[in-house]
């Protein structure tokens, strides 16, 4: 069932609030972006908390346990996969990634590093007018569809992009600065979409600890 939303004022603007208290997400518009960044300094220690803006309007979006173990785990079988296959990442979760040139900002469920590891490093704070994007972003959207965040994506320049959507996951490749769907991942090859919902699968009917040793075991059968 679809929710409905109301559109109220507030004094920083416009906003779409949910109907039902069960939802996590409310969408703010002719937010400023001096009001973004104070918003993301007020709440920079609420992890809980995610923020994405794109042109004056602002998502907010409250994480729920639901949303955090697709997230957990996907994150892990790149740990993995990564240590398995001796392939350097830097996993920077949900850090944010803003450009005011582009007037767009992030903060994805999960974030890695892969081909620009090295690049990062040592780094503190990441300033993507110098520094490149992540190499790959987790989405989970469960609670509400991200395709909107696409555009936000492309325009800094993320090159894939792995979606779950409550049901599987879905891989998509930057072209042209439009995503297209793909069966694997150029990122991490070796990794297919039909894969990672395999896993997913698995994680749902084993204990933890023997969930990460069948993941390490399928990483192992892939060969070098």
């Not at 395709?147 to 993320?158: E, G, N, Q, V, Y």
């Not at 894939?160 to 150029?186: C, H, M, N, P």
């Not at 990672?196 to 600890?209: G, I, Y």
Request: proline share 5%.
């Amino acid at each position: 069932m679809s929710m409905q939303t109301t559109s109220e004022t507030s004094p920083v603007g416009t906003y779409e609030a949910p109907v039902s208290r069960a939802a996590q997400c409310v969408i703010l518009h002719g937010i400023s972006w001096e009001t973004y960044e104070r918003l993301l300094a007020e709440h920079q220690d609420s992890s809980g908390t995610h923020f994405t803006y794109d042109r004056g309007r602002l998502e907010i979006m409250v994480l729920s346990a639901k949303h955090e173990k697709p997230n957990r785990a996907l994150a892990l079988v790149v740990e993995v996969f990564a240590e398995e296959k001796n392939i350097e990442v830097e996993n920077l979760g949900s850090t944010t990634f803003k450009r005011e040139d582009v007037d767009r900002g992030f903060e994805p469920d999960s974030c890695f590093y892969v081909e620009n590891a090295e690049r990062i490093r040592d780094k503190d704070d990441i300033d993507l007018t110098i520094d490149p994007p992540p190499d790959l972003v987790i989405e989970i959207d469960i609670t509400s569809p991200s395709l909107k965040k696409f555009p936000i994506f492309a325009a800094l320049a993320i090159p894939e992009v792995w979606r779950y959507d409550g049901k599987q996951v879905s891989i998509f490749r930057l072209t042209a600065r439009e995503y297209g769907e793909s069966a694997d991942s150029a990122v991490l090859p070796g990794i297919t979409a039909e894969a990672l919902n395999q896993l997913l699968a698995a994680r749902s009917q084993m204990k933890r600890t023997a969930w990460i040793r069948h993941v390490r075991q399928w990483v192992r059968q892939q060969g070098n």
